[in-house]
């Protein structure tokens, strides 16, 4: 035990764990003080011999120890050290009969003492005189693994073990092991099988029997097989039906008498006494009086018993060793009797019952089939599905499956408010339920009618005054016939009575009531019986099927009872919904099960389920189980009195008889005696006593004569206890009594024991109000009629709370009481480390007594007491601990519910009292203090709500009815009201009433018949100063109004405001009326923020009427976030500004007759879309681009048709007021046309062209949408016309037709193109000289489309908007750059809130855009190349307007040229598009650098050293001049890549001829080895290679060698395929020259310059092996966009060098 207290330790290391030992109770009994050195932590007493644990771990024994070999005498009166395990850290003893075992910190255990059974699982010895380790192996794992163990116990012959996985393993003889064997002694440690899987919380060991405390199952997961309805061994129906006039009895009283396994001894002097036996066994005279020993063939895996399947398994099958399958259906039988199956026998038990005190009930009833079950089958079926159907649609109040499929790890949590309580009350011993089972195995949920449960009518039920008598009356007139039935008695099949445990409907219940239990799918009936606090005993129970089917309708809500909402699972607090399991020798009825068979196998003891067993102990022949409330069940052996009580049978459990106000916490079972320890009256804990008197006689005579007759008949208070000082825990064995004790240190032991004792008299408290006060309400029939719907809600809803509240208390309390036992280190406590569980608690449960006051619950409950209770009503006034006399009982009932909160202050006073016995500056001491301030702040704030809900009651009581109803609201908490005229309404008419009401939720302005609502989340409210107008006045806003108020005076203004400020400030927190809990030290603001979240409907704005809108609000106004719904379905999402939208947002319109909706994702600015945005039409079509004043405007993409991927049209272009006006591209796919020209008015006007995907292109003037007036047209062979139009493709007026090979036609045309076309003219046919027309044909083209610097206008007018600047050139370079920093941040932040939008090269992108190149005075190189760089980077990103700019460029030149506009003859107009793109973007460039030279201008200091001002971003850099500014080398990087695909495919296209000459050629050429080549071009002998490096080795070149001369620069020329620039371009050709150079310098071993005639013959030959496909269009790319700069310079000649030879290589002719 660690040492805690700081102060006083040395001199209380004396007081702490003494042990005192004594025999008896007499009044002469004086305990004797065991001397140690050392505190005791644990004791453990044997028949004769006792062990003790001490602090340090180690371990001391006492009393007579025969199996020590050196002692002369075996009996020891001082402790003696077990010194070999001086080495282990020991933390468990265990002591039995004359054997000890302890358990070590690693989780071994050792054994020592008698081991002749096997009891030390030593194997050989008969004797183990030290502690021995004994391996505990689980050999089913793979490889076997030690397992770890928490504790042991011990018993006459047997040993059990409590693993850390809480399974048991047990070792040595009798069947008080529970293993399936018959061979003992068992050596080797095995593990219970049957409570494996199961969470076991304890074991104990009596003389032959065991005792398991075992935590509840959750309820199970997966579906299970329906249950039997036969026995699995005798065969013989489990349930049985008798069919009455009007209701059928269903009985589940089958016993299967095969069920028990006696050895022979027992079962003769079964057999012999029991002489009624034939009349009580026969049910007709054929049938033989059964056997009941007989014997059944076992087989390993499972055993005879039916208790013993396993009941972690949810399916019950049926043990191996039945003889016949079971039948899921029931047998279609009508024989009367039963026939005998296999040589075995089936009993029927006749009329008789069997009793079963205590348990719910003890059903007997008639076992006999049913003389016609195809009947009953019909008929229940029929039931079934008339109630099912009508249940599982309509019921509100079924419990739904989620009670069963909840999560396992917290089986328990249920939200309070669905009225669903935990089961605390399982199951009646005799399993009362119904189950028709089909063949159908499926799976089960479980849906329940519980209002049925507490109507009355439905099934009849004792009310427990008068029931107690009854049974007790009958229990003594059929004691006699206890144990003669054995034929009937063996224990009811153990599955079925699992399964219906965890199906049983939660503990609604109370005493004894039925609950009807419906199961979906609709085969499957179960009627389960629930255990309650009484006892009380029915023979059978009754259900008639008009009921059956009443109960199906939806009722008013019943109300759960029981633990709701605390997760059992919470690791800090132990479980309360437990059962005790019991197995061995019965002979004495210490097993529980109401006979006095033994039992192979764990039995769960029906009778204390949902009793919340706290710790079992065994004594020699009898059973304790102590109870979280206090209380102690005793069972078996009662010839000493050592149950405490004189009930009969014993073979049940039965409460102790302790006075009242004795709480019993810890137990301890002798051989023939009970030792308890209890709370008093004082703080000090006191010993009770029950059982054999013990007299001393000199040590010499024999032990026989000890005993005297003397026992006490109920447990006796021993007069010393007081003297021994704290009691922390007792034990018992054999005769003796140990107590271990502790003295005052420091007030910190009384402090601990004050609190525990304090928090077990308020559980009992909270559950005496549960089974006294509610229970015998809720069973009131009229209960929910005369409360009201509303009100039987908000009770219901209360009880949810205290049941919650309950649990959580009685967890408490369990937890405190085992922290007593064990150690004292303060860490531990529950209620200082999770106080925030606590203080919810608390805090919901208040609200949930408050909402119920408020709404006058406790009058309406008044009558309904009165009915249940009496007119006095004196239970509620005793509950109540009322003080004043007289008090009407609505206001002693709210006394008695609020009392709660009393206990809250008394956590707060012992905290305090614990904390002054630590020194102050200590963490614990701090610890103490914090809670303690938690919970008294707590408990005021609590009161202060108390006092709120008061004052709102009595404001409801004295307001005018009408308007009451519509404002009484159950959380409504009134905070102050101006029925004094202290606050008028400013200008309000002189006869009008202003009544104002301020609630927690509203403000209330009440007039004549009428009142307005304005909820607090939306309201402001200033003061108005009184400088000038001498008023008091506040100005309160809301969305839709604004009005003035007037307070009489300063103290009323003041008052007011602050009311108002503070209940706005609680709405807003959301912490509605819990106000603000002080727990959370949160500090009250004076003002509530202006700006706020909320959510408001409008009720008169026009644009918004009955819209709801929820979000951002600033003084009145939606401002920042939120979301607009209207009721035709329109929605906004996004961002308003002073109650409009604006900024960012979606919005949609659903379209009724397209049954889809208009969708809209875009800018907004004062309300309307504003901005670039995305529209899609609920037709189909979609809209992206620039939108004003809710018009597409600007620049614009339309795709129509369902499918974007296929859309019939798209229009790229510029809008105006929502139609197409400006230059635009219609791309209409279904036609296979392309427009490129002007529009207006939605219709092509003015100068296009239009292509199309067979050929013909056209340019020319358009006018209403039609060809219309002068244009060009040609067709794919080059057939040209050049003249009037009048429609489309329609010929009509003066032109000139002309033909491929250059023959035309000069007159009068019409017709359309391509079919017969009429015409006058006159034909010329040019002579082959004059080929000047030709040319001026060919010239023509592209005059009359559309020029390239009025494309695209609005494209660029949009990014000088964004710049700031109203047109091009207009406006400041600062505010360009402003816009600029304020579309990155925002970007950024948009990013920031998203991040996944954005890779991370793109976030380093936008984070070096946040530098703006600076610079004083010229642009000097080293600025160009910065602002060159800046460049790379802005058009990098979208975010940038730059890079918008060029995204949107890209975008449209696609759009223009890819698809059926890849046409050559549109190649001239590509060019220019891109020259045109150039100069204008370089036009922005210079606005944003405005030092930067114009096109063309040179830089200022160029360098000494030439550089470049080439972008590309290789190392590339020419030697050439670098200190011209051009726009192309600036900016042809950036674009050029991104529109090089549809460019060079029209120059692919426009070359195609020439190229495909040139190929033919190279593939001809090529055919030829390198030195062939070389000679057939002309190449000078002194240059031909005459080695060439083959993958690194040196050859020598022969006559064949083929494509290895010159190979460097032949790799490299191929490199220009791969560039996009002309400037990369040419440097790719710089280098093939370099490359050639260098190779003839080493072959000429010296310096020579080339002349051309030298040169052009090798560079052709390097093209010719480069082998470039589409050389003519790589050359007139280059030539097209080179920088004019370059064109003299040594790469305009190297240029010159290549287009040779292009042409060259087309014109060779092989000799």
């Known amino acids: 035990m660690e040492k805690q207290i700081s102060s006083g330790e040395e001199d209380g290391s004396g007081e702490r764990g003494l042990l005192h030992t004594w025999r008896g109770y007499s009044y002469s009994t004086t305990p004797e003080r065991v001397l140690l050195s050392r505190p005791v932590l644990q004791a453990a007493l044997g028949a004769r011999h006792g062990v003790l644990l001490v602090e340090g771990g180690q371990v001391y024994s006492f009393g007579e120890l025969p199996w020590k070999q050196n002692q002369t005498s075996s009996l020891v009166t001082e402790p003696v050290l077990e010194a070999v395990l001086s080495e282990q850290r020991v933390v468990f003893v265990a002591a039995g009969s004359a054997h000890s075992g302890v358990v070590t910190e690693d989780g071994g255990v050792h054994m020592w003492g008698e081991n002749a059974h096997g009891q030390c699982g030593l194997l050989g010895l008969s004797v183990i005189p030290n502690p021995t380790p004994l391996a505990v192996l689980d050999s089913e794992a793979t490889p076997p693994q030690t397992v770890k163990i928490l504790e042991v116990a011990c018993g006459d012959q047997h040993t059990l073990a409590l693993s850390a996985k809480h399974e048991v393993w047990a070792w040595g003889s009798g069947c008080q092991l529970g293993l399936n064997t018959s061979t003992f002694p068992v050596w080797k440690p095995q593990k219970v099988e049957p409570l494996a899987g199961r969470h076991v919380l304890q074991v104990a060991c009596g003389a032959t029997h065991s005792l398991a405390l075992v935590r509840c199952l959750p309820p199970p997961q997966e579906p299970r097989k329906p249950p039997q309805d036969k026995c699995g061994q005798c065969h013989q129906l489990l349930y049985t039906m008798t069919d009455k006039e009007d209701h059928v009895i269903i009985s589940d009283g089958h016993h299967c008498p095969l069920g028990v396994e006696l050895d022979s001894s027992e079962t003769k002097s079964a057999l012999e006494g029991s002489p009624e036996q034939g009349k009580q066994g026969k049910s007709s005279p054929t049938e033989p009086v059964p056997s009941v020993s007989t014997q059944i063939p076992r087989s390993p895996t499972s055993s005879t018993i039916p208790d013993s399947t396993p009941a972690s398994e949810p399916q019950n099958q049926v043990p191996a060793s039945s003889q016949e399958p079971v039948k899921p259906t029931i047998e279609d039988s009508t024989e009367p009797e039963a026939p005998v199956t296999n040589g075995e026998v089936c009993v029927e038990a006749s009329e008789s019952c069997t009793p079963e005190p205590d348990s719910c009930r003890a059903i007997g009833g008639k076992c006999s089939p049913f003389p016609d079950e195809q009947a009953v089958k019909a008929y229940l079926k029929r039931l079934s599905d008339h109630a099912l159907a009508e249940h599982t649609t309509k019921t509100p109040s079924t419990l739904h499956s989620a009670q069963l499929s909840s999560d396992p790890a917290d089986p328990f949590t249920s939200d309070p408010l669905i009225p669903v309580a935990q089961s605390v009350t399982p199951m009646g011993s005799a399993l009362n339920n119904l189950v028709v089972s089909c063949a159908s195995a499926v799976g089960e949920r479980v849906v329940s009618t519980y209002e049925a449960l507490s109507l009355r009518k439905v099934i009849g039920y004792w009310v427990p005054g008068e029931g107690r008598e009854r049974v007790e009356e009958r229990l003594r007139l059929e004691e006699p016939m206890q144990g003669k039935k054995s034929s009937s008695l063996g224990d009811i099949r153990e599955e079925e009575a699992e399964l219906s445990r965890r199906l049983s409907l939660p503990g609604l219940l109370s005493q004894g009531t039925n609950v009807l239990l419906l199961l979906h799918p609709v085969y499957r009936l179960h009627i389960a019986a629930f255990e309650v606090t009484t006892s009380v005993s029915y023979t059978t129970t009754e259900v008639s099927p008009r009921l059956l089917r009443r109960t199906s309708r939806p009722r008013a809500r019943a109300i759960p009872l029981t633990p709701g909402g605390i997760p059992e699972a919470d690791a800090h607090l132990p479980s309360l919904q437990t059962e005790v399991w019991s197995w061995g020798r019965g002979q004495e009825g210490q097993l529980g099960h109401g006979d006095v068979l033994p039992r192979l196998q764990p039995v769960c003891v029906k009778s204390l389920n949902g009793k919340e067993v706290l710790r079992v102990a065994a004594g020699a022949h009898h059973s304790l189980a102590l109870t979280a409330q206090s209380q102690v069940f005793s069972w078996g052996c009662n010839t000493s009195g050592q149950l405490g009580h004189m009930e009969s049978p014993t073979t049940f459990p039965h409460l102790t008889k302790l006075s009242d106000g004795i709480r019993v916490w810890d137990i301890g079972a002798g051989q023939q005696h009970t030792l308890l320890l209890a709370d008093g009256d004082c703080i000090q804990p006191i010993l009770y006593y029950s059982g054999q008197q013990v007299k001393e006689v000199t040590e010499q005579t024999e032990e026989e004569e000890e005993q005297t007759g003397e026992y006490t008949q109920q447990p006796v208070l021993l007069p010393f206890c007081m003297n021994l000082g704290y009691v922390s825990r007792v034990c018992s064995g054999g005769r003796t009594c140990a107590a271990l004790t502790d003295r005052n240190v420091m007030g910190f032991i009384a402090s601990l024991h004050e609190l525990a004792a304090a928090e077990r008299k308020y559980y009992c408290k909270l559950s005496n109000v549960k089974s006294l006060l509610l229970q015998p309400l809720l ?164 009161k202060k709500r108390r006092k709120e809900a008061e004052y709102t009651l009595h404001f409801w009581k004295s307001f005018p009815g009408k308007m009451t109803d519509s404002l009484r609201k159950p959380s409504r908490r009134l905070i102050c009201e101006s029925s004094n005229k202290a606050l008028t309404l400013q200008n309000a008419g002189r006869f009008s009433v202003n009544w104002f009401m301020l609630f927690n939720d509203a403000l209330v302005h009440a007039q004549f018949s009428t009142h307005h609502v304005f909820p607090l989340a939306t309201l402001w409210v200033e003061p108005i100063s009184e400088e000038n107008t001498g008023l008091y006045g506040l100005k309160v806003t809301s969305p839709e109004e604004s009005f003035t108020l007037l307070a009489s005076s300063p103290a009323e203004k003041a008052k007011w405001l602050r009311s108002i400020n503070q209940a706005v400030e609680q709405a807003l927190s959301g912490l509605g009326h819990d106000g603000i809990p002080p727990s959370t030290g949160v ?6 923020p202006i700006s706020r979240t909320a959510s408001y409907t409008f009720y008169k704005d026009s644009r918004l009427k009955e819209a709801t809108y929820e979000g951002r609000w600033v003084s009145g106004k939606p401002h920042g976030r939120g979301v607009v719904k209207w009721l035709d379905g329109r929605m906004y999402t996004g961002t308003f500004k002073n109650g409009l939208e604006d900024g960012f947002g979606d919005y949609i319109v659903p379209n009724k007759n397209l049954n889809s909706c208009d969708h809209y994702q875009g800018q907004w600015k004062d309300g309307k879309m504003h901005g670039f945005g995305t529209f899609r039409y609920a037709s189909g079509e979609v809209y ?118 250059g023959d ?124 060159r760089r800046y460049l790379v980077k802005a058009c990098d990103t979208p975010l940038h307007p730059l890079g918008r700019l060029v995204e949107t460029l890209v975008s449209v030149y696609r759009m223009t040229y890819v698809g059926v506009g890849a046409n050559r003859r549109l190649l001239h107009q590509a060019v220019n598009e891109i020259k045109s793109y150039l100069s204008r973007i370089f036009q922005l460039v210079r606005f944003l650098f405005p030092d930067l030279p114009e096109e063309g201008g040179s830089l200022a200091d160029p360098p000494k050293e030439t550089s470049s001002s080439d972008p590309a971003v290789k190392q590339l850099e020419s030697p050439k001049p670098g200190c011209v500014v051009s726009s192309s080398a600036l900016l042809l990087p950036v674009l050029l890549p991104r529109l090089y695909p549809p460019l060079f495919t029209l120059y692919a296209l426009e070359k195609e001829k020439e190229d ?135 790469h305009g000649i190297m240029f010159t060098t290549l287009k040779a030879c292009y042409y060259q290589i087309q014109h060779e002719k092989v000799t």
């Open 1304 to 1427: 035309f036609i000069e007159g009068s045309f019409s017709g359309v193109w391509g079919t017969g076309l009429k015409m006058s003219g006159s034909y010329y046919k040019p002579s082959l000289y004059d080929s000047d027309k030709e040319k001026a044909h060919a010239l023509k083209l592209g005059r009359l489309a559309v020029h390239s610097e009025d494309k695209w206008k609005a494209v660029f007018m949009e990014c000088w908007n964004r710049l700031g600047c109203d047109s091009p050139l207009q406006g400041q370079t600062t505010t360009a750059w402003d816009n600029i920093a304020v579309a990155l941040t925002a970007n950024l932040r948009q990013q920031r809130d998203s991040p996944e939008l954005l890779s991370r090269s793109h976030h380093k992108t936008l984070e070096s855009l946040e530098c703006i190149p600076q610079h004083v005075g010229p642009v000097t190189l080293e600025v160009y190349h910065t602002i």
């Open 1184 to 1301: 992206e681009g620039s939108f004003q004043d809710n018009m597409r405007h600007g620049h614009g993409m339309l795709r129509s048709g369902k499918l974007n991927s296929t859309s019939p049209s798209v229009f790229i272009g510029q809008w105006q007021y929502d139609k197409k006006s400006g230059y635009g591209v219609f791309d209409d796919i279904t036609r296979g046309e392309k427009y490129m020209g002007m529009w207006l008015d939605d219709q092509r006007q003015g100068n296009g062209v239009v292509v199309t995907q067979f050929g013909l292109y056209y340019e020319g003037a358009f006018s209403n949408n039609k060809m219309m007036g002068t244009g060009v047209l040609l067709s794919e062979d080059d057939t040209t016309y050049e003249g009037e139009f009048s429609e489309d493709w329609t010929l009509n007026g003066k032109g000139v037709l002309t033909m491929p090979n």
């Open 1556 to 1690: 495909d000459v040139y190929w033919e050629c190279v593939l001809r050429l090529n055919k030829q080895p390198d030195l062939a080549l070389l000679a057939f071009l002309g190449v000078q002998q002194k240059f031909w290679p005459v080695t060439v490096t083959v993958h690194g080795e040196k050859q020598q070149v022969l006559s064949s060698t083929k494509d290895s001369c010159f190979a460097s620069a032949v790799e490299t020329l191929q490199q220009i395929s791969t560039t996009f620039t002309p400037s990369d371009k040419l440097q790719v050709i710089q280098l093939t020259f370099e490359e050639i150079t260098q190779e003839v310098l080493a072959l000429l071993k010296q310096d020579f310059l080339w002349s051309m005639d030298d040169l052009f013959p090798v560079f052709l030959f390097v093209v010719l092996r480069a082998r470039i496909r589409n050389l003519g269009s790589e050359v007139s790319l280059i030539e097209d966009l080179m920088d004019p700069c370059v064109q003299h310079g040594e």
């Open 1083 to 1088: 500090t009250q603001r004076a003002d509530p």
């Open 779 to 942: 069973k009131l029939d009229s209960l929910s009629s005369t409360l009201g719907q509303s009100t039987a809600g908000l009770l219901q809803n209360l009880i949810g709370r205290l049941s919650r509240l309950s649990q959580l208390t009685g967890q408490n309390s369990a937890s405190l009481t085992s922290f007593l036992r064990r150690s004292r280190d303060i860490r531990g406590l529950v209620i200082l480390d999770d106080a925030h569980l606590f203080l919810d608690t608390y805090s919901e449960y208040c609200s949930a007594v408050g909402d119920l006051l408020v709404m006058g619950g406790f009058q309406a409950l008044v009558k309904p007491c009165h009915d249940v209770f009496g007119k006095g009503a004196e239970v509620v006034q005793r509950l109540s601990e009322c003080s004043e006399e007289g008090l009407p009982l609505a206001d002693v009932l709210a006394h008695l519910f609020y009392l709660p909160i009393k206990h809250l202050h008394e956590y707060g006073r012992l905290l305090l009292k614990l904390a002054t016995c630590y020194e102050v500056s200590s963490v614990d001491y701090q610890k103490l203090q914090d809670a303690c301030s938690k919970y008294e702040s707590m408990a005021l704030h609590l």
